[in-house]
Nanobody, 120 residues
Framework: EVQLVESGGGLVQPGGSLRLSCAASGFAFSSNYMYWVRQAPGKGLEWVSSIRFGGDTTYYADSVKGRFTISRDNAKNKLYLQLNGLKAEDTAMYYC?????????????WGQGTQVTVSS
């Protein structure tokens, strides 16, 4: 059974930092791209960042580039997102996600999310 469990969210002041973690199990973690996606209150889903299998290639939305850093530890089956320079507009539920399998049998899996609130 595929499981993704996020942690590390919380309340932080503008300009502060947080480190989100995602513990993965039930699939070949080191063979999968991993993603962070967020949803702000009352808004749709926003892709935040992606990381390739070995962690050597990363991608970021323009809204977080230069402030957030995605990383992974394949030995521990863990995904991370370092959030620096947080702004009020970063307030959202943050989800880690992956796609397992090959089309047409592939399926996307999501964790339950971890809340990040940026407020003074």
């Amino acid at each position: 059974e595929v499981q993704l469990v996020e942690s590390g969210g919380g309340l932080v002041q503008p300009g502060g930092s947080l480190r989100l973690s995602c513990a993965a199990s039930g699939f070949a973690f080191s063979s999968n791209y991993m993603y962070w996606v967020r949803q702000a209150p009352g808004k749709g889903l926003e892709w935040v960042s992606s990381i390739r299998f070995g962690g050597d290639t990363t991608y970021y939305a323009d809204s977080v580039k230069g402030r957030f850093t995605i990383s992974r530890d394949n030995a521990k089956n863990k995904l991370y997102l370092q959030l620096n320079g947080l702004k009020a507009e970063d307030t959202a539920m943050y989800y880690c996600a992956t796609i397992v399998g090959d089309a047409p049998y592939s399926f996307s899996y999501w964790g339950q999310g971890t809340q990040v609130t940026v407020s003074s």
